[in-house]
Structure formats: structure tokens, C-alpha cells
């Protein structure tokens, strides 16, 4: 299982503005939702199963086109698809191959997990989605990354609330930040060193949680935490 990354937007608007971007990022969802494709759509051709059976036959598929000759007769053109479906481990997979080939075309992924990573930074879209209409606060979790290009284009589409974006990795300590936005602009950030005392109790902030309960203590020098097993 992927770490998991606790993502908290804090808007500084009215009450109204706060309702207008609350129904924007739920898209077909609940209020309190918060769906990638509000900013960035993922076509709906990309959503194919993605793993080695698709890999395998997009590469013969490949193949199959790149040894058409010019001047083939059909039933020459039929017996070599036949020949390249015969060394796939089912036949129907042949049609998920074609389907990789035309979405790398057009696409440049071959499935959902390519272009997500590519699009949004992170390989699933938002889970555990909550939101706070008096704190005007967002809050969901993602993949392995947070999703800080999402929320500029957020920002960008709603250039006169400010944003302040936070991220934190369950792997406590590491992977954590936070940036200020404004009309698509980084007004300021903040990326402390992982495992510095700083990044820790940011970490911490983040995530709403203690760090002792958690069962860490301060280095003796004052620099980091260590976690003391009980």
C-alpha cells in the first residue's frame, strides 16, 4: 500500500466565495467532495484495466503495425493479426492493446495511471474528502504525493481567494510543506528539511495529531524526533 499524504486547503474568503469553490471541486459529488476532474478532466477512454496483460498486447500490437507492408491483401493482414492474438494469453486482450496504442496517441498514457501521475501529481484522485464550511477548510487524502499544480489551477480559477495549501505524509516528519496562493501565484512556501524538528511538528499540525502520544521524543540535542518504542 502507497504512503498516504493528508492535504488541507485553507481558504481566506467569505462565506459565499467558500460555497462557490465547495460546489465547484465536488463536481457530480456531495458537498464536502473534491474530485481532480473539476480541474483536470481525465478522458474516460483512459479508465482500461491497467497491468501486464494490457503492457504485453500493446507492445504486439505495436509490432503488428509496424510489420504492415504496403500492397497487403486483407487476408494477408488478417493472418498476421491472427498470428500476433495467438501469442497473447486471451484473445480479447487484443482489444485492450489497440486501446493503450490510441490513448498513448492521443492521450500520451496508455491508461489512468500514467496520465493521473502525469495530470494531478498523485495516482488516484482525492479519498476521504471532508470540508469545514465555518473554518472554510478542505481536507482529503492522496497517494505517495500531494497535489500542489491542482491547486494552483484552483487558484487560478478563483484568483481572489487566497489558499493556503498543506501536506503531510503519514510517513511522519517527511514529505511535508506548505504554500500560500494567490490568482495562481506562490506567494510563499515553506519545505522544511525531512526529519528536522521543524518538518516534524509541521508534520504534526498537519495532520492533527501529538507527537508524544504518537510515541516520539525530542532528540537530546534538539534537532529532530526519535520514536521510542514502549
Not at 486483407?74 to 487484443?94: C, G, N, P
Request: glycine share 8%.
Amino acid at each position: 500500500m502507497p504512503n498516504y499524504i493528508t492535504n488541507v486547503l485553507e481558504l481566506d474568503c467569505s462565506d459565499k466565495r467558500f460555497l462557490d469553490v465547495a460546489n465547484f471541486v465536488k463536481g457530480d459529488g456531495e458537498l464536502g467532495e473534491f474530485d481532480f476532474n473539476t480541474l483536470v478532466k481525465m478522458p474516460e477512454e483512459l479508465d482500461v484495466e491497467c497491468g501486464s496483460r494490457g503492457s504485453d498486447a500493446h507492445r504486439k500490437y505495436i509490432s503488428f503495425l509496424n510489420n504492415l507492408k504496403e500492397g497487403m491483401t486483407a487476408e494477408e493482414v488478417e493472418e498476421l493479426e491472427k498470428s500476433y492474438k495467438a501469442q497473447l494469453r486471451e484473445e480479447k486482450d487484443w482489444e485492450l492493446g489497440k486501446q493503450y496504442y490510441e490513448n498513448q496517441r492521443k492521450y500520451g498514457s496508455t491508461t489512468w495511471y500514467d496520465w493521473c501521475v502525469r495530470n494531478w501529481g498523485t495516482k488516484w484522485n482525492a479519498c476521504d474528502s471532508d470540508y469545514d464550511p465555518l473554518c472554510h477548510t478542505f481536507t482529503f487524502q492522496t497517494a505517495l504525493e500531494g497535489v500542489p499544480n491542482l491547486v494552483k489551477l484552483l487558484s487560478e480559477k478563483f484568483p481572489d481567494v487566497t489558499i493556503d495549501y498543506s501536506f503531510a505524509d503519514e510517513d511522519i516528519g517527511y514529505n511535508v510543506g506548505v504554500i500560500r496562493f494567490q490568482n495562481g501565484d506562490d506567494t510563499s512556501s515553506e519545505f522544511p528539511e525531512g526529519g528536522s524538528k521543524r518538518a516534524y511538528e509541521l508534520a504534526a499540525e498537519i495532520m492533527g495529531v501529538d507527537l508524544k502520544e504518537r510515541g516520539y521524543e525530542l532528540t537530546k540535542d534538539g534537532t529532530s524526533y526519535m520514536y521510542v518504542m514502549e
